[in-house]
């Protein structure tokens, strides 16, 4: 990391000041969007100086990095958001630690989830992974696959299906990268019309350090943002 500490605060004032920038430029009110800092491979120094700096929610790529970290800052009034791709193996991780999960995929996983949260008797706000750019690489399902799969998995009492999350093609064109972040909003509207009504669709986890004003200018509520806050990774 190229980033100490004392950095961080100056750092995330800057960034809000754009998020509040690109608020106001799509006529939105401020405060509508919420940072959540990535902390992939980032030192506890930095994370805590992020949290001195008044950031309350870290997301991680790793279920089991994240749960590390928040152990090791227990102590801090924080929630933790899993990011990353989650293995039906690693949800009871999940269960006992996380505030979100913004990568739900799979039918298999959404049971084991709830099976696991009704053990323990809480509930998990989950965003369902939408694949918009189309990447054979990228996990997610297909906008069309989305209508099927929210009645698939609309029995599980414990998971709280807060909305949903993308990554946008990683393109120069701007263009490219708005249909992507048009195409989640698009889910989002079939949603709230056609979805189960015992959940809410509000929020849209889209746009990182490279695109997050495209991402707030097509409706995201949520941005994920590393190397803006904590310097390029090791």
């Not at 979805?195 to 746009?207: C, I």
Request: one cysteine or more.
């Amino acid at each position: 990391m190229d980033v100490s500490p004392t950095d961080i605060a100056g750092r995330l004032a800057e960034i809000q000041a754009r998020i509040d920038a690109a608020c106001e430029a799509a006529q939105r009110p401020a405060g509508s969007v919420r940072l959540l800092p990535v902390t992939k491979t980032v030192s506890e120094p930095l994370i805590r100086a992020a949290h001195a700096a008044g950031c309350r929610w870290f997301g991680e790529n790793k279920v089991q990095e994240a749960q590390a970290k928040a152990e090791a800052m227990a102590d801090l009034a924080a929630d933790w958001c899993v990011i990353g791709h989650l293995q039906t193996n690693k949800a009871r991780h999940v269960v006992q630690f996380a505030a979100e999960l913004h990568s739900l995929d799979s039918v298999r996983l959404a049971e084991e989830l709830d099976r696991r949260l009704q053990s323990a008797g809480r509930s998990l706000r989950v965003l369902i992974q939408v694949n918009t750019s189309g990447e054979a690489s990228k996990s997610g399902l297909a906008p069309e696959e989305v209508p099927d799969f929210l009645q698939a998995i609309s029995a599980c009492q414990s998971l709280a299906v807060a909305g949903f999350m993308t990554l946008a093609l990683p393109s120069e064109d701007d263009a490219l990268v708005r249909a992507c972040f048009q195409s989640l909003a698009q889910v989002r509207e079939r949603a709230r019309q056609d979805g189960p009504a015992h959940w809410r669709y509000d929020e849209l986890s889209m746009g990182m350090s490279g695109d997050f004003e495209l991402a707030i200018a097509e409706g995201a509520t949520i941005v994920r943002l590393g190397t803006s806050i904590f310097g390029a990774r090791d």
